[in-house]
């Protein structure tokens, strides 16, 4: 069972371009929705986070954009750079504390 | 800024033989967890655990895993007669309460686990 379902499987944007990543989650009872970045060979890294009870949050060129009727939310990362190359996911938690993942987004911003 | 610290980076075994992969979560976290991602595809949870005992496990997480934190600093998960499909990148993650109390999880480096 899929519980977070994440799109595209790959993006290529050029530099200074707007990159988008969409996430779709079944599960109402989650509470909380972090992204996390990845470079090879190492963990995941919190980009950013959003609870539901916001439609939206920003931090620097990175934004969350939130739908809860619609069960969605889809990070935006502004004049993407050559440095933001790496692969994305998305998660969710509800009440368990332990997070769903999405299937990853691998980024590479094009000079 | 303080990190989970993984270690080995890789660990080659035999099929069938036991391995135990360590980990130091960052030294004020309370909540500690695992997590496996085989190549290519998505991170998944196995295993957490709190106050000394697992809190919640998926399917994954079978008789053949288990948790224990020996000691006040290491966090390990052993595997006792490890599988082809055992093979993945192991991550370790902790966190200082639950995430959507703005406590979110961080996680190491990873190990990097080939059976043969």
């Known amino acids: 069972q899929q519980q977070v379902k994440q799109s595209p499987q790959s993006l290529i944007v050029q530099k200074g371009g707007i990159s988008i990543i969409n996430c779709a989650y079944e599960n109402t009872a989650f509470d909380y929705f972090p992204w996390y970045q990845q470079f090879p060979g190492k963990g995941p890294a919190l980009l950013i986070a959003?609870?539901?009870?916001?439609s939206e949050k920003k931090e620097g060129r990175f934004t969350i954009s939130f739908n809860k009727s619609a069960k969605q939310f889809s990070l935006h990362i502004m004049d993407s750079q050559p440095g933001d190359s790496a692969t994305y996911f998305c998660?969710?938690?509800?009440?368990?504390?332990?997070?769903?993942f999405g299937t990853g987004t691998r980024l590479t911003v094009i000079p | 800024e303080p990190e989970v610290t993984q270690t080995p980076s890789h660990q080659v075994t035999q099929m069938g033989q036991e391995v135990i992969l360590r980990c130091v979560p960052i030294?004020?976290?309370?909540?500690f967890y695992w997590y496996r991602q085989i190549l290519g595809q998505k991170v998944e949870f196995l295993v957490s655990f709190y106050n000394n005992e697992i809190s919640e496990k998926s399917e994954i997480f079978d008789d053949q895993f288990s948790v224990e934190r020996p000691d006040g600093s290491n966090f390990t998960l052993k595997i006792r007669s490890t599988k082809l499909e055992d093979s993945a990148m192991y991550f370790c993650?902790?966190?200082?309460?639950?995430?959507?109390?703005?406590?979110?999880?961080?996680f190491g480096d990873g190990t990097r686990l080939s059976i043969l």
């Open positions: 993650a902790s966190s200082a309460g639950v995430a959507r109390g703005n406590q979110p999880q961080h």
């Open positions: 030294s004020n976290h309370l909540y």
């Open positions: 959003i609870r539901p009870d916001v």
């Open positions: 998660a969710a938690e509800g009440g368990a504390n332990n997070l769903f």
